[in-house]
């Protein structure tokens, strides 16, 4: 990819933050942040988009990372982060990747497909799991009694403590205002897609 200037790279670090919290600056916030005005910060988004770093999409003409650009942060810097997940209640699981992050201080080996995802809530609390935090999920679709695992409740993914008894699932949190969650055969699409491996939180 074409290189950046500096300033190029600082306007682009600062929409890839904002896009890993799931929002994109508009121009007039950047150009606050920045203490520019709104025509250069045009100027410069322009320039990401013909180097072939960010690129516009519908329906809100927002901005977003290109595929290629986040190809090349996927070999250098780690794991992607594909969205979040709920500790509380389920929400919708964006398939969407926000950015890539290096955990090789964290584990050791990590496996090749092994992906992370940002947690909602804090029904996980008392496993030292809170809210915005950062887990490391291995992909698998069956998981031991006990363990913590992430799981797809139709088209909704939250996080808890597996328990697999006859007959039912239980998904259980760690805090006590939550109840834990039984679901039988046909009460709706419930699967297991990981092992939750490791956490952690940006300061």
Request: aromatic content about 6%.
């Amino acid at each position: 990819m074409k290189p950046l200037t500096k300033n190029q790279n600082k306007i682009l670090n600062y929409i890839e933050r904002n896009i890993a919290k799931n929002t994109c600056p508009s121009q007039n916030e950047m150009a606050d942040h920045f203490g520019l005005t709104q025509n250069s910060i045009c100027q410069y988004v322009t320039s990401l988009k013909k180097k072939g770093y960010l690129e516009v999409y519908s329906p809100h003409r927002g901005l977003r990372l290109t595929k290629e650009y986040l190809a090349t942060k996927e070999i250098s810097q780690g794991l992607s982060v594909v969205g979040r997940v709920a500790a509380g209640w389920p929400i919708l699981a964006q398939e969407n990747i926000t950015e890539y992050i290096d955990v090789g201080n964290i584990i050791k080996k990590t496996p090749k497909d092994a992906f992370i995802l940002q947690v909602a809530g804090d029904s996980m609390v008392e496993d030292g799991i809170i809210n915005d935090d950062y887990v490391i999920v291995k992909p698998q679709n069956t998981i031991g009694n006990g363990q913590i695992g992430i799981v797809l409740i139709d088209d909704e993914a939250t996080i808890k403590r597996v328990f697999i008894k006859p007959g039912k699932i239980i998904l259980k949190p760690a805090n006590p205002k939550y109840k834990e969650m039984v679901h039988r055969p046909g009460d709706k699409d419930v699967r297991i897609i990981g092992l939750v491996i490791g956490s952690f939180r940006r300061i």
